[in-house]
């Protein structure tokens, strides 16, 4: 006779687990990959900012370097990117290979200074010039 078998108490107590069990799982994966994708997010933008101030870093250390070496040295704000920049001019000594002293040889140094996560940071950059006084 083609009936449809009922299933007893216990079966239907089961497969009410099994659901409970599944929808578990599923709330664990989708939780796991909200924070994975939490975390790469946190990442791109921590690495975008850093390559915006090793940019601005850049640019303000090409356009010190080509005032004459008496206005490289002082201090800029950035307010868009809250960086504090600051240019350093320091002679250098060098000599060449027959031992005579080489003249108008400047070490620009450049620091940013800026607020992070981690607190406090600092990025500085370096440049060796060779700029006669006659500029």
């Known amino acids: ?37 939490q975390q790469i ?12 101030i090793q940019s601005a870093l850049d640019s303000y250390l090409t356009e010190t370097k080509r005032k004459p070496v008496r206005e490289m040295g002082g201090e800029y704000f950035d307010e868009a990117l809250e960086i504090n920049f600051r240019a350093e001019v320091v002679p250098l000594e060098m000599a060449n290979a027959d031992g005579n002293g080489l003249k108008d040889l400047y070490k620009l140094v450049v620091t940013a200074e800026f607020e992070d996560d981690g607190g406090p940071q600092e990025e500085v950059a370096e440049l060796y010039i060779y700029q006669p006084e006659t500029r």
Do not use: E, H, W
């Open 1 to 37: 006779m083609g009936g449809v078998i009922k299933p007893n108490r216990q079966q239907q107590g089961y497969a009410l687990l099994d659901v409970a069990l599944a929808l578990t799982i599923f709330a664990f994966s989708i939780t796991s990959l909200v924070v994975l994708l």
């Open 41 to 52: 997010t946190d990442t791109s933008s921590s690495y975008a900012r850093d390559r915006l």
